[in-house]
């Protein structure tokens, strides 16, 4: 008998010892917070999980279901800090939203002479609503770039271009002779403002992505705002056939709804740290670093941010302009001159009196913006002590800039900047 021969007697007669142990199914039971559950791998190798005793109060349970229907996988482990202040004001942004709808719509019908049921009301709402997104997307159409820029202004501005269009709608019985003119700007400025809250939302939800879980994000949080325009609807559906049954009840409950509206809405985007680089956040970056030598973060920066007016100098980086038009900025001759001490940069500064202009060429990222702004910020310092500054002065910040910038990009990208690109809206930038 040859030695391939024994090797397959001798493997009929042992057992294949892989074989019987996939066989044998692997699972455990764990208990925690009472409640019990069954893992098991499966023979794919993917675990299961079955709750098999749940002793919990009635209460506890209701919460852990609504928290995994409503809230991202994880939670809240799986979202960046703010996320939970975000949803509660978001909840009752829309919820006060609801509410306003049915009134207005019910005011409108009032104004056209009819005297429909607040039911009646709340199905029409959704028809006046779908005209005018129509025309809202081409007024829209051109300001895209400044939304992602400044999502959280445009969104605050979209919510109260929203409330004006309703208030509009809501006074309409006041004057039915301009019951065409007051109703089609009310849907116009609402149409306007449905389609920059739209623009305006996946920005502010990336800011919250973790794991990169966006999608379970935008899914649960759609899934909360359709709850609370549900329950929105009821509560004006109420208010409209009690309080606000009178022209008199819609002047005092509708002014209160939009406060709160408008309330919410600036709290959840206070909540947000957006996490790109814009002319506002790159500025306070900086001036933070110039200041103290401490790097912030998006969480440490989202309660700092001008909402309303962000274009603000900031003296401690710089007094920057950021966009300005090149020819408005600096004469030719001295624009190559510039260029020169910037060779291997993509950016140009030019120091004035007052502040510092900031060209960008085309394809700048925010690693060359925030490259040009430190030396903007050590060049205004340094310009104190002259009484003209000078190209020595930029070529002295500039090799300071060089000195620091490296670890303070590392630094930046860990605390979870995207430094990759620079939304500076619709600014104007060169081509070399």
Not at 97 to 111: D, E, G, K, M, Y
Not at 131 to 151: F, T, W, Y
Not at 259 to 279: D, F, G, K
């Amino acid at each position: 008998m040859n030695l391939l021969e024994k090797i397959k007697k001798q493997k009929k007669k042992e057992p294949d010892k892989s074989m019987s142990v996939q066989e044998i199914p692997v699972y455990w039971f764990e208990t925690s917070d009472s409640v019990t559950r069954h893992y098991q791998f499966q023979p794919d190798g993917h675990l299961s999980v079955k709750v098999v005793d749940d002793s919990r109060p009635v209460y506890h349970r209701v919460v852990d279901s609504f928290l995994n229907k409503f809230f991202p996988s994880g939670y809240p482990f799986s979202v960046n800090e703010g996320y939970l202040r975000y949803t509660q004001f978001r909840a009752l942004q829309h919820f006060t939203s609801a509410a306003l709808s049915v009134l207005s719509t019910q005011s409108l019908l009032f104004a056209a002479g009819l005297r429909p049921t607040p039911a009646q009301a709340t199905v029409v709402s959704w028809i006046l609503k779908d005209g005018m997104q129509h025309v809202g997307k081409l007024i829209c159409s051109n300001l895209g770039a400044r939304m992602d820029s400044e999502p959280k202004r445009w969104r605050i501005l979209a919510d109260a271009l929203y409330d004006l269009g309703t208030g509009l709608e809501v006074l309409s019985p006041l004057c039915p002779q301009l019951f065409l003119e007051m109703a089609g700007l009310g849907n116009f400025a609402k149409g306007i403002a449905v389609v920059a809250a739209r623009a305006t939302r996946l920005p502010i939800y990336s800011s919250f992505a973790k794991e990169g879980n966006l999608s379970d994000l935008f899914a649960k949080g759609e899934a909360i705002s359709t709850l609370f325009n549900v329950v929105g609807l009821g509560a004006g559906i109420q208010l409209a056939s009690t309080v606000c049954s009178s022209m008199q009840g819609k002047m005092i409950v509708g002014p209160l709804l939009s406060v709160i509206h408008v309330y919410s809405v600036i709290e959840e985007m206070r909540a947000a740290p957006v996490n790109t680089l814009n002319p506002q956040r790159t500025a306070m970056i900086v001036a933070d670093f110039v200041k103290t030598g401490r790097i912030s973060s998006p969480t440490d920066l989202r309660y700092r941010e001008d909402l309303l007016f962000p274009g603000r100098l900031i003296e401690d980086a710089g007094n920057v302009k950021v966009g300005r038009d090149p020819h408005k900025v600096v004469k030719p001759s001295k624009f190559h001159e510039l260029k020169e001490l910037f060779a291997e940069e993509k950016f140009i500064l030019c120091l004035g009196s007052r502040w510092t202009d900031m060209v960008l060429e085309q394809n700048a990222s925010g690693e060359d913006a925030l490259r040009g702004w430190l030396v903007a910020a050590y060049a205004a310092s340094m310009a104190k002590s002259f009484h003209d500054p000078s190209l020595t002065v930029l070529q002295d910040a500039y090799d300071k800039m060089n000195d620091v910038f490296t670890p303070l990009l590392s630094e930046l990208q860990a605390k979870g900047w995207h430094t990759d690109r620079f939304l500076d809206g619709t600014g104007t930038r060169f081509a070399w």
